[in-house]
């Protein structure tokens, strides 16, 4: 059964560094093909890719973000963690950590963190 | 990266078929047959209903299909259902190797 779950703050200061925490099971990013991203979704707006990191360890992200955006793995815990620099009230949204990522498709979602900035 | 264009909204009722639109082009689209679609109910997670344009992973009702032409992928949902009402969204894989969303249709189910 593969599952996946955020973890993190829920209110961070403009300015401020959102780190994130994704933790998995029933999968391994060490098996080949095997990648996890990072999307996001304003309220009421759409959802955003932002970042995927694979079983080698290559990293993408989108390019309107990508100086602000680190993804990193940790096989051993089963989790993969994301840094979002320099976070502004724009940046409030819902976090999703799903399974998958360079075809587009993404077959599990973790339940989601709503991050709100704010002072 | 673009995100794909899609109508803000559809709308049918119950029994029809209604068919959601997701344009882009020769860079993402257009040219690979990476096309997935996703139902997202209010307040509820994105749920896989398409993949790979016409593939449908285990449990997906085959009242939804896939479909591509050219450059824009289709989403028809057959028999429509008053649960069916949600927002729907597209996403493909891009020639920068990272994927891209569409920016969403709300189904409404008179």
């Known amino acids: 059964q593969v599952t996946l779950r955020e973890s993190g703050p829920a209110l961070v200061k403009p300015t401020q560094t959102l780190t994130l925490t994704c933790t998995f099971s029933?999968?391994?990013?060490?098996?080949?093909?095997?990648?996890v991203s990072w999307i996001r979704q304003a309220p009421g707006k759409a959802l955003e890719w932002l970042a995927v990191?694979?079983?080698?360890?290559?990293?993408y992200y989108t390019p309107s973000l990508k100086t602000r955006l680190t993804i990193s793995k940790d096989t051993s815990k089963n989790q993969v963690v994301f840094i979002m620099t320099k976070m502004d009230p724009v940046d409030t949204a819902t976090y999703y950590c799903a399974r998958g990522g360079y075809t587009a498709e993404f077959d599990y979602w973790g339940q989601g963190i709503l991050v709100t900035v704010s002072s | 990266q673009s995100a794909l264009t899609q109508p803000a909204s559809v709308s049918g009722s119950p029994g029809q078929s209604i068919t959601i639109s997701c344009t882009g082009t020769s860079s993402d689209v257009g040219g690979y047959n990476y096309v997935s679609w996703y139902q997202q109910h209010p307040g509820k997670v994105p749920k896989l209903l398409i993949y790979d344009v016409s593939n449908r992973p285990s449990g997906v009702s085959n009242r939804f299909s896939g479909s591509k032409s050219v450059n824009t992928a289709s989403l028809t949902i057959s028999g429509l259902q008053v649960e069916d009402e949600a927002d729907y969204y597209c996403?493909?894989?891009?020639?920068?190797?990272?994927?891209?969303f569409g920016g969403g249709t709300k189904l409404t189910v008179l």
């Open positions: 990191i694979d079983w080698d360890d290559d990293k």
């Open positions: 029933g999968f391994s990013l060490s098996t080949s093909g095997m990648c």
């Open positions: 996403s493909s894989f891009t020639s920068n190797t990272i994927p891209v």
